[in-house]
Every structure is written in structure tokens, then in C-alpha cells.
């Protein structure tokens, strides 16, 4: 674009991350002797990376999860702009609360919804992150995934991550059994009880507060209990 003035405006798009150097010369003719320019200018490679940890990798359904969000710019140089992190929440995981555990200077808002949490934050300096974290409730079983995404004006490619908790439920088998088959009136027989929780080797979900109850029929009194193996699983 050539200006009243005699300056030119040159806009340049879609150019890679490396340096440039523009060359500007007029010519001389019958009114200017011959003058040159000459700058450089450098677009850097802005670069997110995203992770995201829940707080525990096991628990029971109808529990709260918090999900921490550490968001990087791992350029060199060069900060990230407008950078847009959405949060996506399953069915499975619904959402309670979010927050900011370090802005390290940016502006940040979120929009929350029942699908997830958007989150628009101002900037990222090179080399900085940004904290977030989001509480969820969990409503289903098995593992279920916390999906997030990230990106910025200056590298629209979507960063991803995703956080995994796995939900299950406790299961409790119990097996009672006696040291003899047969016995004679007024003797005495030790029956043993066994409460395993079969669902530990499966998602590692302790069985808190167990209780066990021992209702003895007619013919039967208690001499003695205890516990032969206390059980830590």
C-alpha cells in the first residue's frame, strides 16, 4: 500500500517461525538520489505443552476428583497470545468447581458448562506455564478420561492431554468355616472367617470400616473370638 507520503506498507502471512531481513531501495531518478533500508525482524516458534494429573489415580464412584492443568510455553522466546484451553468433561465426570493455582501474570476467565470448562488466557511468557485446576465429581465405573486441549494465535495446532482416574466399586467375599465336620453335645468348635476385598488387585480400592456380623442359631454360644490375621490390604 503506497501512502501520500511516499511510504509503503507491505503486510507478510503465514510466515514460519525463523528471521527475516526486508531490503527496501529507491532508485535514484530526477527527483531523489538513490536510498536504501534495510531491517530485520524474527517470528519465533511458540510451542504449548499440556499435562493434566488427577490428585488420585483410584477411588470409589460418587467421589471428588481434582485434576491439576499445567499449561507451558516452551519456547525460547516469543510469548503465547490468546492462548484458549477447553477442558472436556464424559458424562462419567461431572464438573464442581475450577481455579487458577498460578496465572504467573496472564489475565484468565473461564466459561463453565456441564461439558467442561473454556478458559481464555491473555498470554504466556516464554518459558513460564500456567497452573489451573478443575474438581469433579465421578459418576460411573472403570477408568474414565479427562480430555483437554490448548492453543494460541501464534500455533493454532492443538496441544492435548489426558488425565485418568479409575473408579471402582468394593467387593467383599466372606467364607466361614469349621475345624470339624462332626461333634459330639457340649464340645467345642472353632470356625474361622475369611473377608477378602477381591476387587484390591483389580483397582487397589481399599474396604474401610468393615463390620462383620456373627449370628449364632440355637444349640450355639460363644466361648471366645478374635483375629487371626488382621488384614491391611
Same mark, same amino acid.
Not at 468447581?97 to 504467573?104: E, I, S
Not at 516464554?126 to 494465535?153: F, S
Not at 477378602?196 to 474396604?207: K, M, R, S
Given at each position: 500500500v +503506497?501512502?501520500?507520503?511516499?511510504?509503503?506498507t507491505i503486510e507478510f502471512n503465514s510466515l514460519n517461525a525463523g528471521k527475516y531481513t526486508v531490503d527496501a531501495v529507491h532508485n535514484e531518478d530526477r527527483y531523489y538520489k538513490e536510498v536504501g533500508n534495510q531491517n530485520s525482524f524474527v517470528i519465533y516458534?511458540?510451542? !504449548?505443552?499440556?499435562?493434566?494429573?488427577?490428585?488420585v489415580h483410584v477411588t470409589l464412584n460418587d467421589s471428588l476428583v481434582n485434576f491439576?492443568?499445567?499449561? =507451558? &510455553?516452551? *519456547?525460547? *522466546?516469543?510469548?503465547?497470545?490468546?492462548?484458549? !484451553?477447553?477442558?472436556? !468433561?464424559?458424562?462419567?465426570?461431572?464438573? %464442581?468447581k475450577c481455579g487458577v493455582v498460578n496465572a504467573n501474570g496472564a489475565h484468565i476467565t473461564n466459561t463453565t458448562r456441564s461439558s467442561g470448562v473454556e478458559w481464555s488466557i491473555s498470554n504466556i511468557t516464554a518459558g513460564k506455564e500456567v497452573i489451573l485446576w478443575i474438581q469433579v465429581r465421578?459418576?460411573?465405573?472403570?477408568? !474414565?478420561?479427562?480430555?483437554?486441549?490448548?492453543?494460541?494465535? %501464534? &500455533? *493454532?495446532? =492443538?496441544? &492435548?492431554?489426558?488425565?485418568? $482416574? &479409575?473408579?471402582?466399586?468394593v467387593i467383599l467375599e466372606i467364607n466361614k468355616t469349621a475345624n470339624?465336620? %462332626?461333634? +459330639?453335645?457340649?464340645?467345642? $468348635?472353632?470356625?474361622?472367617?475369611?473377608?477378602?476385598?477381591?476387587n484390591a488387585n483389580g483397582h487397589g480400592i481399599d474396604a474401610n470400616n468393615v463390620t462383620v456380623v456373627d449370628v449364632l442359631p440355637e444349640g450355639l454360644t460363644v466361648e471366645d473370638a478374635g483375629v487371626v490375621t488382621p488384614g491391611i490390604v
Amino acid at each position: 500500500v +503506497t501512502k501520500t507520503d511516499g511510504s509503503i506498507t507491505i503486510e507478510f502471512n503465514s510466515l514460519n517461525a525463523g528471521k527475516y531481513t526486508v531490503d527496501a531501495v529507491h532508485n535514484e531518478d530526477r527527483y531523489y538520489k538513490e536510498v536504501g533500508n534495510q531491517n530485520s525482524f524474527v517470528i519465533y516458534d511458540v510451542v !504449548l505443552n499440556v499435562t493434566k494429573t488427577p490428585d488420585v489415580h483410584v477411588t470409589l464412584n460418587d467421589s471428588l476428583v481434582n485434576f491439576t492443568i499445567v499449561v =507451558k &510455553n516452551t *519456547a525460547d *522466546a516469543g510469548n503465547a497470545t490468546n492462548v484458549n !484451553l477447553t477442558d472436556i !468433561l464424559p458424562a462419567t465426570l461431572i464438573f %464442581e468447581k475450577c481455579g487458577v493455582v498460578n496465572a504467573n501474570g496472564a489475565h484468565i476467565t473461564n466459561t463453565t458448562r456441564s461439558s467442561g470448562v473454556e478458559w481464555s488466557i491473555s498470554n504466556i511468557t516464554a518459558g513460564k506455564e500456567v497452573i489451573l485446576w478443575i474438581q469433579v465429581r465421578t459418576n460411573g465405573l472403570g477408568p !474414565l478420561v479427562n480430555n483437554v486441549t490448548v492453543y494460541c494465535d %501464534e &500455533n *493454532a495446532t =492443538k496441544a &492435548n492431554a489426558s488425565g485418568v $482416574v &479409575n473408579v471402582g466399586p468394593v467387593i467383599l467375599e466372606i467364607n466361614k468355616t469349621a475345624n470339624v465336620s %462332626e461333634v +459330639t453335645y457340649n464340645n467345642l $468348635v472353632n470356625f474361622t472367617i475369611t473377608v477378602n476385598n477381591t476387587n484390591a488387585n483389580g483397582h487397589g480400592i481399599d474396604a474401610n470400616n468393615v463390620t462383620v456380623v456373627d449370628v449364632l442359631p440355637e444349640g450355639l454360644t460363644v466361648e471366645d473370638a478374635g483375629v487371626v490375621t488382621p488384614g491391611i490390604v
